[in-house]
Every structure is written in C-alpha cells, then in structure tokens.
C-alpha cells in the first residue's frame, strides 16, 4: 500500500466513525426525548394542573408542585437578578482589568460550575440549620445562588460588548458615571442580560439536588415560605425512585413540563440574541 | 448683581449630587461583587465547618476508609470516592472521543445547510436538565442493560484477563457502567458545544492552506485543527469532567446505592453526589451529617482544583487567540 493510499483509507474510516457516533448520539439523544414525549403525553390529562400529588395508589395531579416550582424560581430570579446584575457591572464598568475584577471572575466561573448539590450543603448549612427546619425559603436561596453566577457572567460579558465610544459621548456631554451605565450600558446590553436572566431561570427551574435538602418535598398545597413546599424536580425523583405505577406516570407528566418549559426558554433567549445580532 | 446667580448653584448642586450618586452607585455595585466573593468563602467556610466533627473523629484515615455503617456510626469515604471516580471515568472515556467525533462532524463533515441546525440541537441538548437523563436511564436504559448490554459484554469481553474482572459478575443493569455511560452521555452535549467554539477559532487560512497542500479531512482536524486549539480541547475535556464529578441526579437514578466497594463494572455502588442525595435527610446522628458533609468537602475540592485548571486553560486558549490572531 502507498502512503496515498494509507492517508485516504485512514482518511475514510475516520470519517465514518465520526458519522457513524454523531449518528448513535444523535439516536440515543432522539430516544431520550422520544420516551419523554411519548410517557410525558400519556400523563397529561388535565387533573395534572387541577389536583394536588396524590398518596399512593389512587389519581391525583401535580398542581401544588408547579406552584412551588413557580413561586420558588420567580423569587430566585428576584433576587438574582439584581444581585447578578450589579456584581456583573462592577466587574465590567468599574473593573474592568483590575487584578480584583480578575479574581471574581475566577471566583464566578468557579460558582458557576460548581456542583449544584454542594450548594445545597451550603444552604443546608447556613439556612435550615439556622431555622431549625427545612423551608421554602431555603431553597429559594438555594437556586439564587445557583443563578447569581449564571447572571454575572452575561451582564459583565454583555457590558463588554456596548463601545466604549457611547461611552465616551455621553461622558462629553457631561452626565456622571452611574448615568452613563444606567441610561447608556444598561439600555445597549438590555436583551443580552435579559438573555442571561432567561437562562437563568432555565437552568433553575430543572435543579433538583439543591432542593433536596432545602426546601424538600410537601405532598399537600403550600404557599408557606417558612414550611417545605412541593416542587417539580423532587416529585420527579421521589415518584419516579417508587415502585406505584400511578406516581410513576406523574413523573413522566413533570418531566415532560420541565422539560418543554427550560427548552422554550432557550429557544426563546436564542431568538433575542439573534435579533440583537442581527440589527447590529 | 452676584457673582453666582441662581442657576449657577442648582448647576453646582447638581454637578455634587451627581458626584454623590457616582459614589453610592459604585459602592452598591462593589457590594455586590463582594457579596460573589463571599458566596465561595462562605461554601468552604460551612463545609469545612460541618466536616470538622467527623474529620477530627476519623481523621486522614476517613479517605481510605471502605466502612460506611450507620449503625456503629463508623464513616469512611473510601467507597463513595471510588464511585465518584469510576463512573467518571466510564463517562469521560466513552464521553471525549464521541463529543471529539460530533464536534468533527460539526466542523468538517455536514453538510453546511445542516450545520447551524444540529448545532444549535447539540446546545439546546447541553439544556436539558440531568434528572430526564436519570429517569430514562432508570426506566428504558437499565432493563435493557440487564437483558442485553451486560450478558453480551460478559460474553464477549469477559474472558480476557485483567479487563475481563470488570466484565463480570451478575448484570442487574443498575451499576457503575450504566450511571458512567448516562454521564458520558449527559456531558456529551456540552462538551460538544465548547469544543466546537474552540475549533471554530482557529483561523480558515490555516485549515485551506493544509487542505491547499492536499491534506485530508481528518489529517486537517488531527493535525492542523487539534494542534491549534489543544489548550482550549483540554479545557473543554476539564469542564466536562468537573460536571461529571459533581452530577447528582443523573447518577442517583442508576447507581444502586450500595455501600460496597465494587468490584466489576456491573456492581451497583455509589458517589459521593448520589450518597448525599439519598441520605442526607435522613441522617439521623450528628456523625453521620458530619461524615456526609466531609463527603461534600472532599467532593468540593476534587471539583475545585479541575475546574480551575479547565477555565485557566480555556482561558490561556482564549487569550492566545485574541493576542495572535491580530
């Protein structure tokens, strides 16, 4: 065989592998949505949003863990939001090249991706130890801090996009700083943070381990902040890990609307992007 | 008539009331980046806190410590350890080179009108949150692992030694091998996604001279595309591997959760994430929440030191691109 040769056939067999894996993932990832879909439809008659988890054995929806789901991210987002949004703009206005910017952008990434569980542990530790119980509001705090660093990261990322030259022009003209960031920044990176937001809630509303042990499960309606409250993500698992066939079909039913709910959200937060790319 | 009018001074106030505004401004936004710093501090803080009763009871030896027994209140996180290690392993061996292959076809292989489509699938995939990965791994992946998957792999591979240990004994399904190939499979997306920003880097005048000087596909990407961007692969691999360290749902659902120290890939056994998520609300002695922490911190650190090195690396990629590329 020639060194062509060789070259050509490596070049082959290495192209149909790639095809042939892309294909098996593209498969398997197909699957996991196919049985999502097709276990998630079978659940989702309307008691799924009228009736609260039943006991074992008899019907029952998941009303009072979609509140919960709700109520807990949208208070998390609010006070994320301005948190992360503050934080991300003293790196990026203030900051900027400073060694102190470097290192919370160190510290950032570091929360970022840090395993969600341990900032339950985290929470666990200076929340429910504290109260004495586990309660809504724990978890609350729990997937704030899960979505600070997410909203940090957009807003310094976003603010570094606006030029400098706006800057400047509004400086000329005499406005003081918080002005500028306020009135200029803030409105020429508004979609990019609104962006960073919608993922934010995206990836807390599918969080499950950091409600473990913070807000835990209840099986009954509560809008308590100071008691457990029912949500999503641990009906999901506590149904879905028990042997009755009823609690299993109501975890596919919330998988299903997790599922469909972070998934439009991207979708959602990828066409703001695009049409701010695409004006500019 | 004065020397300063009116108007004068409502300017001269409002130049001061602005000042004071810029000051408070910049001192809220400080604050709250203080407030991100204080959130890391306060992790270790509360861990290394909670871990302390255990840690001080068990000492060193509570890393190498296969005992886990609620009864004696006797801790050790030998097998968890292994556990979070091995299933790791399992997802990084069959995660990299299958996110490296997406990622080629991505690049080099489709066809361009597909291109931003199954891209933008591969990223909306990374979103799906890892419990949907648990339950279709509990419910569809582990009866057919059971039926098929092991009994062929302990067939085929079983009798080799040396590897043919990891191929053996009974295959319930649930085990180290399916909770490692759900998280290969679930950092997979990711891991995809960022490898192709990091290919996309590199500049089209190096992949079109190499294919000008009659290169094939695969020998642009292995040694032209790879070579260029290896820092920002490596980073990519890292994060992954961090993500796959720490995972809690995806593996809880398909560990088993054995405290047993596994001795083929088919055992059940458990992580340290998956551990924690089974047992922690029901920890009934101060030891045991101790010991359970203690897990969390050792957890905490395995995850900090590669996820810093992935981000420095990602970040030495990123600098290298904007300082050479211009």
């Known amino acids: 065989m020639t060194r062509v040769q060789t070259r050509r056939i490596t070049d082959i067999v290495m192209t149909v592998i790639a095809l042939a894996v892309t294909s098996l993932v593209l498969l398997i990832l197909g699957a996991i949505l196919w049985t999502l879909l097709s276990n998630g439809l079978s659940a989702l008659r309307p008691s799924l949003f009228t009736e609260s988890t039943p006991p074992p054995g008899s019907q029952g929806g998941l009303l009072n863990a979609i509140f919960g789901s709700a109520v807990m991210t949208g208070l998390a987002i609010l006070a994320a939001t301005p948190i992360g949004v503050m934080a991300g703009t003293y790196i990026s206005e203030y900051g900027r090249n400073s060694r102190l910017a470097h290192i919370v952008r160190f510290v950032n990434d570091v929360l970022l991706s840090a395993p969600s569980i341990i900032i339950g542990l985290f929470v666990y530790g200076i929340v429910v130890v504290q109260m004495g119980h586990f309660s809504a509001l724990a978890g609350v705090v729990a997937l704030a801090i899960i979505a600070i660093p997410i909203i940090v990261r957009t807003t310094e990322d976003m603010l570094g996009l606006v030029p400098d030259a706006l800057r400047e022009a509004a400086a000329a003209l005499g406005s003081p700083r918080w002005k500028i960031i306020a009135k200029v920044s803030y409105r020429a990176a508004f979609q990019g943070i609104l962006t960073g937001v919608l993922l934010a809630v995206a990836r807390i509303s599918g969080e499950t381990a950091p409600l473990l042990f913070t807000a835990l499960n209840n099986q009954f309606w509560s ?27 109501l975890a596919w039913g919330g998988a299903l609307i997790i599922t469909a709910t972070v998934l439009a959200l991207n979708i959602f937060a990828r066409l703001l992007t695009r049409k701010r790319t695409g004006r500019s | 008539m004065a020397l300063i009018d009116d108007a004068d001074l409502n300017r001269i106030r409002r130049i001061r009331n602005g000042r004071l505004a810029d000051i408070f401004f910049r001192w809220l936004t400080w604050s709250f980046m203080a407030l991100v710093l204080l959130m890391l501090g306060g992790v270790i803080v509360v861990l290394v806190q909670g871990a302390a009763p255990a840690l001080k009871l068990f000492g060193f030896d509570f890393l190498i410590t296969a005992k886990w027994n609620p009864v004696t209140d006797e801790y050790g996180a030998l097998v ?5 290690l091995a299933t790791s392993a399992v997802a990084m061996l069959v995660g990299v080179p299958a996110s490296f292959a997406v990622a080629f076809f991505l690049t080099e292989l489709c066809p361009y009108k597909l291109r931003t489509s199954l891209s933008t699938a591969v990223e909306l995939l990374a979103a799906v949150p890892s419990i949907i990965y648990g339950i279709w791994g509990l419910f569809v992946a582990a009866p057919f692992f059971q039926a098929t998957v092991e009994p062929a792999l302990a067939a085929w591979l079983g009798p080799i030694p040396l590897i043919g240990q990891l191929f053996s004994g009974v295959p319930i399904g649930i085990g180290i091998l399916l909770a490692g190939l759900i998280l290969g499979l679930m950092i997979l997306p990711f891991m995809t996604a960022v490898m192709r920003d990091v290919f996309e880097t590199v500049p089209a005048v190096l992949r079109e001279s190499a294919y000008g000087l009659g290169a094939t596909r695969w020998e642009v990407v292995w040694k032209v595309v790879l070579p260029y961007c290896r820092t920002g692969v490596v980073g990519a691999v890292m994060l992954g591997l961090g993500r796959a360290l720490g995972e809690t749902m995806a593996v809880t659902f398909v ?5 047993r120290l596994p001795k083929s890939l088919f055992d059940p056994a458990t992580t340290i994430s998956a551990a924690l998520a089974n047992e922690f609300t029901e920890a009934v002695s101060d030891t045991y929440t101790s010991a359970l922490i203690a897990l969390g911190l050792v957890l905490f650190l395995l995850t900090f030191i590669v996820l810093a090195a992935g981000r420095r690396l990602l970040l030495r990629a990123e600098v290298a691109k904007t300082g050479g590329g211009k």
């Open chain 2, 80 to 84: 968890p350890l292994v556990g979070t």
């Open chain 2, 255 to 259: 560990i088993g959760n054995a405290h």
């Open chain 1, 223 to 249: 809008s308590n902040l100071n008691a457990p409250m029912a949500n999503l993500p641990v009906v999901i698992f506590q149904f879905a890990m028990s042997p009755y066939e009823d609690w299993r079909q």
